[in-house]
């Protein structure tokens, strides 16, 4: 039985994907083919060139990714999220799609076309960058003649590409929306809007994955607090570790 894992993005809530990753691979099971967006890009890719759970937190915990930006000096973000290839480098140094054990696709938004672009092929990295390139806060990453934003903004759980190439797919969403809401600031209600309006773009593709993995523990972090990384790697690991038996996963 071929098996699918679809990340979502989610920011820092997207390190219990690595939890999730953990638990699932104590279990035996193997992934086929993987897809994802934005944080689940990343660990994807990361995943997919070699490493294993606790390597990749490993990597989180120590790596400062505040150093690795600079002021983009353009109207369109506040920085270069191009900044963070050599960190990247360091880690994947191949930089190709087929160089990776585990097939990969990662998803951006493509501004000019406003559609989603599936990579899967041909450099690695830039890819990965353009799909975890937040609007305003990263200036558009540009590569083979498009401009590139986070890929979910219109697709937060990029099932598609990965249908035909699996029996059973499993997607990890980390982006559940607490229902204990207080508006505090401006802030605060930009990131629920952007919240609410990614979430509306995977209800559908929510009912394509034959099993959804949500930790309902990851309401309470919001997307940009790294500094928990454990703290959110460990509510995916426990999640999904505790549920095992209920998922019904097939044997890979």
Known sequence: MRIGLVLSGGGARGIAHIGIIKALRERGVNFAAISGTSAGAVVGAMHCYGYDADEMLEIVIKTSFLKHMR???????????ENLKDFFLK???????????????????????GLTTFFSEGELITPVLASCCVPVLFNPVKYRGGTYVDGGILNNLPVEPIRDKVDFIIGCHSNPIDDDFDVKNVKVLIERSLLMAINGNTQKRKEMCNLLIEPPGLKKYAGSELSKARELFDVGYQF??????EFNIPKS
């Open 91 to 113: 880690y994947m140094p191949e930089n190709d799609f087929e160089s990776l054990k585990t097939p990969l696709t990662v998803a951006a938004t493509e501004l000019k076309k």
């Open 240 to 245: 999904t570790r505790e549920n095992f038996d």
């Open 71 to 81: 002021p983009a000096l353009a109207r369109t973000g506040l920085l270069r999220i």
